[in-house]
C-alpha cells in the first residue's frame, strides 16, 4: 500500500512540475538558512565545555554600589581566591590568571616582542582542561619565572627542538625557564592566551592588598552545591577584610557603608556563561575584561534564531499555501475517488505521503545547499563550521521529524478537511471549502509577509544606527591620524624618536599615551576637594604627553592643558566635562582631586588645570565616563604612539616612520594602523549581523515572492475562463491587472499593520545596546511597507499581464 502511495505521490509531482519546483526550492532555501543559522548558534552556545569540570567552575566578580553609580567588574583582588579556599568547605580551589604585559623574548637570535604573556596559579591546570605535550601541569608553575607556552608558540623559537627545560632572555635581563608545553587553547575557549607565567614570580600576586581587583579568580565548587547560597556567605569576607581598610582611607565604617544603601560584593558567575552572557545577564563592565577574552553578546545570538525561524516559517507557509491553494483540484479527486469506494484513511494517508514526499526532497537539497554555502559562511563570520550530519545521533532523526511535521502539516488541509466530506457535497463547485481555503491562504500571506517586512524594517535601522556610529562627532578629529600600536617597544627611546619624526614636513604632530578605544582602560577612585569622605567617584585615567590634545584636536572648555612652561603640571590633572559633573564641581578650576592609592592606602593630590570637552575614547555602546588625564609616563603595559599627518602623500610619510622607526627598534616590525581603522574594529560585530541581516531578509522576501508567484499562477489558472469572459466583454489589460491584483494588495497591507509594532518593539530593545544610538524614524516603516508592496504588485503582475495578454478564445475552451 505504501508503495502505492509513493506512485501516486510521483505521479502527482510531475504532473504540476511547476509548483513542486516553486515548493521544493522554496522551501529547500528557507531550510538551508535555518540550518545555517542553527549551526552557528550551536557553536556560539559551546563555549568553555571542553573543561572536565565546567559545571562546576565559577568566575569571582565584584559588584560595587557606590554614590549611585554602579558598577561590575570582571577582576578581584590578589588574596580572594586563597581566604575563600580557606573559609568555605564548598571551594575545593582556585586558580587566578593575571597580565603581565608586552615583553622582548629572545632565544638564540630569534627575538619578539610578545603581548600576550599572563601570570596563572600552579593549581591553574586543575581546574582547567588544557592537555599537555611536554612537562607535568601540576608541577609546572610552582617555581618563581617558571614559564608555560603553547604548541604554536614553541614551534615558532624552537622548530623541531625540544623546548623543556630551554630559557627564554627577557628584555635582555632576565630569564624565564620553560617548563611545559601545552596545547594551544580551544577555539571555543573565552580566554585564549600564548604564555602562562608562574604566578609566584609576581611580589604583589602574594600581597594581602583587599582594594586593587587586578586577577581573575575562578574557583570549583563541590558538586551540588547552591552558588547563590555561597555568595551569601561570601559577604562576611567582604566586612572582614574590605570594610576596615576602605574605612581607614575614607574616614567612616564600614557598617555606614552599607546603612547608606552602598554595595560591596562578590558574586559568582558560571564559567559557561562568560562568553555570551558577562554583558546581558551580569552587566559586567567590558572594559573590565582582559584583551585576550573573546566575547559575544547573547542578544545576537537571539536575534540570529528569530531570523533563523522566522525565514523558516516563511517556507514553510509558502509550502502549506499552495497545497491549500491546489485543493480546490484536489476536492474533485477526492470526490471521484470517494464515489470509487476509498475510505477516508486511505485519502488522509495518500495526502500526508505526498507532501512529506515533497517535504524530504526539499530537506535532501537543503542538506546539499547548506554544505556548498558553509565555506563561504565561516570566511564571513570567520568560523569552522560543519554540518555534522552523522557525527552527532540528534542530527538525522531531527530531520527526519521535521520532514514528517512539515509534511503533515501541509497535507493536513487536504487530508482531513476534504475526506470528511460526503462525495456529493465535494462534487459541487460551490462547496462550503472554498470560504475555508481563502481565509488559510490569505492568513498564511499575510504571515509571510509580515515576517519579511520586519526583517526589512530591522535591516534599515542596523545601517542606520551603523551610519550612525560612523558619522558621530567623537569630540576629536579622528582623520589622518596614525597609531604606532606597540610603542612600548620604544622603551626610553620614545621621545627622541617622536622628535626624529617631527623633522618630517607631512607629520604635523604626535603624541605617546596609554590605551584608547579598546578594552582595559583602567580606573581609580578620586576624592574632589576632600582628604577624606563617602564621596569617592570612580573614574578612568589616561596618562598623556604634553602634545595629546593637539594631536587629537581637543577642545579645550576653560583652563589650559599640560605645557612645558610649567614644572608644577606633573603633580596636575585635565578632566573632562563628564568629571565636572560626577563631581558636582561648580568652579573645579584649582581644586584638588585625590587619588586612591589601594596599594598605599594614602591619597595622591593633584591640581585641576584645566577642563577638555568630552571626547569618546572607548566605544560608542558606552556612554562618555569620568576621565582624568595624568601628565605622565606609561604605567601600563601598551604604550600608543599617535601621529597626526598631513593627507599630502601618505605612502611616503608611512615609509619615513618605518625606516625611523628601524633605526630605534631593529628586532621588531613597526605596528601601525590608521585610528579610522582602529574605531570601526569596535563595531565589526554590529557590521556582520547588519549584512547578515541583509542578506537574510532579502532571501525571506525572495523565498516569500516565490510562493507569491506560485499562488497567483495557481489563482490565475483557476480564473481563466473569468479573465477570457472580461476580455470579450472589453476589459483591459490594466482592469484585469488590478483584478488579480487588489487582493493580495489588501493583504500586504495587513502584513504591514501587523509588521510595524513588532519591528519597532525588537529594535528598539537592540539598539538599547548603543549609549549613542539613532532615532527610528517613521519614514523606515513606510519604506519597508511600499517596498514590500511593490515587489507584491511585481511579483503579482508579472502573472496577471501574461493571462491578460492570453488569447481569450482559449480561455472559453478552457477547463
Known sequence: MFKNYMVIAFR?????????????????????????????????????????????????????????????????????????????????????????????????????????????????????????????????????????????????????EKPLGKTFIVDDKGTYLITGVMKSYPIKSSFRCSFLLSMSSKIESQQQDWLNGGYSTYILLKKGTDPHQLEIKMKSIVAKNVGPIAGSILGFSFNEFIAAGDVYEYLLQPLTSIYLRSQSAYNIDPNTEWGNMKLSNIVYTYIFLAIGIFILLIAVFNFMNLATAKSEKRALEVGIRKTLGSDKKRLIWQFITESTLTCFLSVILSVILTQLILPSFNQFTGRELKMELFNNFYTIPILLIFTILVGFLAGSYPAFYLSSFPPSHILKRNSQHSGNKNRIRSTLVILQFAISITLVIGTIIIKNQLDYIKNKDLGFQKENIIAINNGSSLGIYIKAFQSEISRNPNVLSSTASSLMFASGIPGSGYLYNKKTGADVVPCQFLDVDYNFAKTYQLKIKSGRFFSEEYYSDSSAVVINETAVKVFNAKDPLGKDIMELNNSDKVLNTFRIIGIVKDFNFESLHQTVRPLILHLSPIRQASTIITIRVKTKDVTNTLKSLEDTWKTFVTKEKINYSFVEENLANMYVTEEKIGSLTTVFSFLAIFIACLGLFGLVSFVTQQRFKEIGIRKVLGASIFEIVVLLSKEFTRWVIYANLIAWPIAFYVMNNWLQNFAYRTNINWSVFVISGVLALIIALVTVSIQAIKAALANPIEALHYD
Open 12 to 160: 502527482n509531482l510531475m504532473r504540476n512540475k511547476f509548483f513542486s519546483v516553486i515548493n521544493i526550492i522554496g522551501l529547500a532555501i528557507g531550510i538551508t538558512c535555518f540550518f545555517a543559522l542553527v549551526i552557528f548558534i550551536i557553536d556560539e552556545s559551546g563555549y568553555d565545555n571542553y573543561n572536565e569540570n565546567a559545571g562546576q567552575i565559577y568566575r569571582v566578580v565584584n559588584h560595587i554600589k557606590f554614590n549611585s553609580q554602579e558598577s561590575v567588574n570582571s577582576k578581584s583582588c590578589a588574596p580572594l581566591g586563597d581566604a575563600l579556599q580557606r573559609e568555605f568547605p564548598e571551594v575545593l580551589k582556585y586558580a587566578r590568571i593575571g597580565y603581565f604585559g608586552q615583553h622582548n623574548l629572545r632565544y638564540g637570535d630569534k627575538y619578539f616582542r610578545e603581548n600576550g604573556i599572563y601570570t596563572a596559579d600552579s593549581n591553574y591546570f586543575d581546574l582547567f582542561t588544557l592537555p599537555f605535550i611536554y612537562g607535568n601541569p601540576k608541577e609546572a608553575l610552582k617555581k618563581p619565572n617558571s614559564i608555560v607556552i603553547t604548541e604554536k608558540i614553541a614551534k615558532k623559537y624552537f622548530g623541531d
